[in-house]
């Protein structure tokens, strides 16, 4: 099958190429990546492949999200494996600029969530989402999409971003597609790919944590810390370093002792220098 895709670069030419699209009528979706996709990735660009006329995608590793100690130049890339699998996919425009591009010289303006970016990944990684909610602010002026799609993997982020969407009043709908998992549990992410062989197997503790919580929930328990302590137990068994384990409410991030409504249960480890999440929400 002859592939269609379009390769833009630079951000004048994508913005022009996107209000062309919107003159013509044209219904475009959006999926934003850091690239090294995998099964997760390609899983949002089916959702947006079906509901829209014209499907963008981005890769852009994004260094304002990153700090000074984190693994920005160790992040993996493959940009020729990436745009096979857009190819594949049905992807029209893939959107892959450099950061010089992203970021004029002295850029000074920032885009901050302050209610839901300060607790989980935020509270470890000062500056995270400050660097997030800019550059899919900036990507969402650039592609103009009537919606784009979101991994729930990334669950702070997802919630950020959405309250983001809904205070600046962008034109655009969130879609959110459940986790995709390895056969044995562990949660895709392109960092996997970085872990050693005996890091990838303990790494299954995250997804294992999680499922012992979902059955003592099941069975009634709602403390918080009863329910923690079964996920921290999973993990030091291995070498995995528990960055948190939080049980929190799902919509406003807020911790509590006794779940009485819907809870967002995310933990994040390393193994080595590697950093994975997960999370899972239990319903009352």
């Not at 022009?16 to 219904?27: I, N, P, S």
């Not at 979902?214 to 528990?242: M, P, Y």
């Amino acid at each position: 099958m002859e592939c269609s895709l379009k390769i833009i670069r630079t951000p004048q030419e994508l913005q022009q190429t996107t209000q062309l699209l919107r003159r013509e009528g044209k219904t475009i979706g959006f999926v934003p990546t850091m690239g090294f996709l995998h099964e997760g990735h390609l899983s949002l660009m089916r959702i947006a492949r079906k509901k829209a006329h014209v499907l963008v995608a981005s890769i852009f590793v994004n260094p304002t999200q990153f700090g000074p100690n984190e693994d920005l130049d160790a992040y993996p890339r493959d940009f020729k494996r990436d745009e096979n699998l857009c190819c594949e996919e049905g992807v029209d425009i893939l959107f892959y600029p450099t950061a010089d591009t992203m970021y004029r010289t002295a850029s000074s303006s920032w885009v901050d969530e302050e209610a839901l970016s300060g607790v989980l990944c935020g509270a470890m990684r000062p500056g995270h989402f400050r660097g997030v909610c800019t550059v899919v602010a900036k990507l969402l002026n650039l592609v103009l999409p009537d919606f784009m799609v979101l991994g729930e993997k990334d669950a702070q982020q997802l919630r950020v971003l959405r309250r983001m969407v809904r205070d600046l009043n962008f034109p655009v709908e969130i879609l959110s597609s459940s986790t995709v998992r390895e056969s044995d549990g562990l949660a895709m992410s392109s960092r996997n790919s970085r872990l050693s062989s005996v890091e990838r197997t303990e790494a299954v503790s995250l997804f294992q944590g999680l499922e012992k919580v979902k059955e003592r929930f099941a069975a009634g328990e709602r403390n918080a810390e009863v329910l923690k302590a079964l996920i921290r137990e999973t993990i030091e068994k291995t070498s995995g370093i528990i960055d948190y384990i939080e049980i929190i409410d799902n919509e406003s991030l807020e911790s509590f002792q006794t779940l009485e409504t819907s809870a967002l249960v995310a933990l994040a480890v390393r193994f080595s220098d590697v950093r994975l999440i997960d999370n899972v929400v239990l319903e009352s």
